[in-house]
């Protein structure tokens, strides 16, 4: 995106990634054009609300007119800044980090795991899903080799912050954390929370509330 | 909370759980009041914002008045819904499931892991993580017996929704999916999704677009 143009606030790019999955499922089955009302009903949201979102996309938002799958798609990807590859890597060598690396939606997203760390002495040397696992001492200058952007922090809450502020000094400019703590980080770094428990406590308070999903 | 007491929206509801975060770290720290102040500090919200958060907590929101730490965790339990246990299945064996199972966090805010089911032949039988690997043919069943509210989705997205239909189909009302896909599901069962490519994709956009975490 021109840096002179609108940009999604976050509540409208974490829409257009729900959008992008749609189209995507749609593409694997065929479907060559959606509309927006196709979307609001796939994710229950409101028409108008898809149009805005999408309206940031530039002259593919045409209303009224049905987009192609795979055009929209594209903007999305553009907006979203997941049209090229974010080298990334990853800290705590355990089964979050395994289920992680074999996960096939990040590299299939331009993610791609560089590197693969951890502080445990009997971890290092040890081969993860094809990957090296290395101390931590090597951390800043692989994540400089790599130009790693994103790290991943994938160890226990009490390491967390450490961690965190490793990644920081490394360079990197966004993290994804798995531990549930708050990470206080410098403003350059963006950080995005994956707290399992805050994912299952939400879920425990809508099925309490009785809403429906 | 009585039924005709306001609810927190899911906003409010999302910053609770993180408010809990921070009151559950400061109490190990040893410090048994905090603020409305310390909390919109640590969080980077507003103090406003957070006095009508906790305001759903009923008496336990005085203004102008430290809490303590104990008691505000307390109410926040309450008002999401886990000062109780919720016996919870897990549905796919593989690396993400010995992650989650592994995980402290369930446990300890109260979500139990009562079963564990696979669909590959290979896979049943074996223990993992302590918990014996079922059939998809036992799940409606163990879920009745269990008396299991929460079901989690670990599986690849290709058999996301037919596993989500079963959950559905055998009684659970919350169902947290790990597979990146949209589900469709009766209103009656609430859906959080933990998409980590969504995840990342919103970290990639905040680093794009230069925002602080």
């Given at each position: 995106m021109m840096a002179d143009e609108p940009r999604p606030s976050r509540a409208s790019a974490a829409r257009l990634s729900l959008y992008l999955r749609c189209l995507e499922g749609w593409?694997?089955?065929?479907?060559q054009t959606a509309s927006s009302r196709d979307l609001a009903a796939a994710l229950g949201v409101g028409d108008a609300q898809v149009r805005k979102d999408l309206a940031y996309l530039g002259r593919?938002?045409?209303?009224?007119?049905?987009y192609r799958t795979d055009d929209l798609a594209a903007g999305i990807r553009s907006a979203l800044g997941i049209d090229r590859e974010w080298p990334t890597v990853l800290v705590g060598a355990g089964?979050?980090?395994?289920?992680?690396?074999?996960?096939?939606g990040f590299p299939e997203r331009g993610f791609r795991l560089v590197g693969l760390f951890d502080a445990d002495p009997r971890k290092v040397g040890q081969r993860v899903e094809g990957l090296d696992v290395f101390p931590m001492t090597e951390l800043a200058r692989r994540v400089r080799s790599s130009g790693a952007d994103l790290g991943i922090v994938a160890v226990p809450s009490e390491a967390a912050q450490e961690v965190a502020d490793a990644l920081a000094d490394a360079g990197v400019r966004g993290v994804l954390n798995f531990a549930p703590a708050v990470l206080r980080l410098p403003g350059r770094v963006a950080v995005v929370n994956v707290d399992l428990t805050i994912q299952l406590e939400q879920l425990a308070f809508q099925v309490q509330a009785g809403r429906d999903g």
């Open positions: 593409r694997r089955d065929g479907r593919l938002g045409r209303r009224g007119v049905g089964n979050l980090a395994r289920a992680l690396l074999r996960y096939r």
